[in-house]
């Protein structure tokens, strides 16, 4: 079987020998770039599974590789950054990434996100009964997980997509914010309601009509959201 590939985007060496060191420990395979130029080159040369990002280096940033990488890929990011502002977290969550790590940090919850973001990469398992769902003018295909808007694809991070499919999955039942974030995410993110929010959003600019007055995904106050068909 192929084991991951995870690509390590830091200036500092240090950073990068020790992250690589714990994921090779943990069978994965690994590259890296000490700049953003470099990573979007390495990106496109080996399409790895995973891209670990700091986001303060020279040539090219982190929010700068985060927003090119979203044009055309929906490989999972991981955000590693000594800058711990919830402004900034929730800009790189904004930009497309997928879970966002304060420096410094420790190794066990570096690699249960890693684990993390590779699972919902693969798909959360959950098997529908019909191979497609159609309300209006969305459709998802679960067998191709390709979704599309009044028959234009629109591309999907695997979270992204993994969010929708169990919202969808659950059509006209609310769904807690604890138990979406269970779900998609994993226990470890049950504290992290911003997440939700953002990849919610997310949808809303990919999937509505009118994403200010949301048709499909609807805020249950207080409580969480509803996928109405």
């Known amino acids: 079987m192929r084991r991951p590939c995870i690509l390590i985007v830091d200036d500092d060496p240090a950073i990068i020998k020790f992250v690589r060191a714990n994921l090779k420990a943990e069978g994965y ?5 000490m700049d953003g130029a470099g990573a979007l080159e390495v990106v496109e040369r080996e399409l790895p599974d995973l891209v670990i990002l700091d986001l303060m ?21 991981i955000v590693l950054s000594a800058r711990g502002d919830v402004r900034d977290k929730v800009k790189c969550l904004d ?20 684990r993390a973001v590779l ?3 693969q798909g959360v398992g959950t098997v529908s009964v019909s191979p497609s769902f159609t309300s209006g003018d969305l459709e998802v295909n679960f067998g191709q997980r390709r979704v599309t808007v009044a028959g234009h694809e629109v591309r999907l991070t695997p979270t992204e997509y993994n969010l929708l499919q169990e919202l969808v999955f659950n ?12 779900k998609i995410w994993g226990p470890e993110y049950q504290d992290e309601r911003e997440y939700l929010h953002v990849f919610i959003a997310r949808l809303r600019a ?3 009509p ?7 995904i609807i805020t249950v106050p207080g409580v969480g959201y509803q996928f109405k068909s």
Not at 98 to 114: A, N, Q, T
Request: positive net charge.
């Open 29 to 33: 395979e690994t590259l890296a770039a």
């Open 57 to 77: 280096m020279p040539r090219v940033d982190g929010f700068e590789v985060l927003r090119r990488l979203r044009e055309w890929s929906p490989i999972p990011i």
């Open 95 to 114: 930009s497309g990434a997928d879970d966002y790590i304060s420096k410094p940090f420790g190794v066990g919850e570096l690699l249960s996100r890693v």
């Open 119 to 121: 699972r919902r990469a």
């Open 171 to 182: 059509t006209n039942k609310v769904l807690t914010y604890t138990h979406l974030l269970h």
């Open 206 to 208: 990919r999937l509505e």
């Open 210 to 216: 009118d994403p200010a007055n949301p048709r499909y």
